[in-house]
């Protein structure tokens, strides 16, 4: 591509006459449009020949968008919100948006401000992944711009909220954890699972006690204690590593111990893990283990060990495409809730192995 110098700052017509297409299409791409791949290549060379910088407030003036999007993740240190926000940001940057992201550090206040400032500062749309916030309260802060902003919500569903939700199929997922371990002998099936005030939580354990009841077993079944009652083989976390750490040494010091375990987030299977090791109990060998998304680190303990992979990438690949539609203003059924199958990896010990 042959370009004479430029010793100006570039404007649009330069680009038009650099790259040979009309000023309508580059004006298109530019603002976020669809162009077709051979013209978005042309364009994106010329823009880099030309050192050409968009003026992204004289635009918003415009168009009214700021091309960006906010982004509210409770952390960034587990492999899940990591995985999500790496696929998520791409699919944005790759429509010409910016993220803005924040990380609430599971503090309900800090989440709440979060969303209010990103709302202040005129983001075109928000992706969340909520802990604490209320349907009251994501209604409020979506209508205080007057208008409705579009919103996507990641590994939750908010009752009472309107928006697009992409989850994973919950209720299946756990269901094919359990019945793992049932298909294995095992009948005294414990289950820690995160608070029951959110929808993945709440799912999670509809799946638990559903494969239970199919295959005739009740969440009570099981030796008794001394006082004839029956052990508890629910333990409810927070989606914490201490919470896993905390309530597996909680089943262990049972008079009756489950003889297999269910746990159903990163956090709380890491904090098991660590638990298990420091009893020197062999998960998957001393006792049935099935747990969710530490699938590097399960893969080289000895035993490997059963894990419920989700879909990460593919969540965020998802988020970020129906925001976009959304912001486009597309027309679509609304709202849609998306559920994605997990992948269960199976690696029930046997003893002959």
């Known amino acids: 591509m042959a370009v004479e110098q430029v010793t100006r700052l570039s404007t649009i017509k330069d680009v038009s006459k650099v790259s040979g ?8 791409y530019l603002n976020g449009g669809n162009v077709r791949d051979e013209n978005r290549q042309r364009i994106d060379d010329a823009v880099k020949v030309l050192g050409y910088r968009i003026n992204r407030n004289a635009r918003s003036l415009k168009t009214n ?94 009752t009472g909220f309107v928006c697009d939700s992409i989850v994973i199929d919950n209720l299946n997922a756990t269901y094919g954890a359990v019945e793992q371990l049932i298909n294995a002998g095992h009948r005294h099936i414990g289950i820690i699972v995160g608070p029951l005030d959110i929808s993945t939580a709440n799912e999670r354990m509809v799946g638990y006690r559903r494969a239970l009841e199919d295959y005739g077993i009740s969440v009570e079944t099981g030796p008794r204690r001394a006082d004839g009652q029956h052990e508890e083989l629910i333990q409810i976390g927070r989606y914490d590593f201490e919470s896993g750490y905390r309530q597996f040494n909680n089943f262990m010091d049972m008079e009756n111990p489950p003889t297999a375990l269910c746990v159903t987030n ?40 059963s894990i419920v992979e989700q879909p990460t990438q ?29 992948y269960l990896h199976n690696r029930i010990y046997k003893e002959e192995e």
């Not at 297409?21 to 298109?28: E, F, H, N, P, W």
């Not at 968008?65 to 940001?89: E, I, K, Q």
């Open 21 to 28: 297409l009309s000023l309508a299409t580059i004006s298109k």
């Open 65 to 158: 968008r700021t091309m960006t999007v906010g982004v509210v993740m409770p952390t960034l240190s587990v492999p899940f919100f990591g995985s999500v926000l790496s696929s998520l940001d791409q699919t944005l940057r790759e429509a010409g948006y910016t993220s803005f992201v924040c990380s609430y550090d599971f503090d309900r206040d800090l989440e709440l401000e979060k969303l209010r400032v990103l709302c202040n500062n005129n983001v075109d749309g928000i992706v969340l992944a909520a802990q604490h916030v209320s349907a009251n309260e994501l209604n409020e802060i979506r209508n205080s711009r007057g208008s409705e902003m579009p919103m996507v919500l990641v590994d939750r569903t908010i």
């Open 266 to 305: 990163y956090d709380m299977t890491m904090g098991a893990v660590t638990a298990a090791h420091e009893r020197n109990i062999i998960l998957g060998k001393d006792i049935g283990f099935v747990g969710f998304d530490a699938v590097d680190l399960c893969r080289i303990v000895s035993p490997p060990l």
């Open 314 to 342: 593919l969540m965020g690949q998802k988020a970020g495409e129906i925001l976009l539609k959304r912001m486009a203003g597309e027309t679509l059924p609304h709202p849609q809730v998306i559920r994605l199958k997990s």
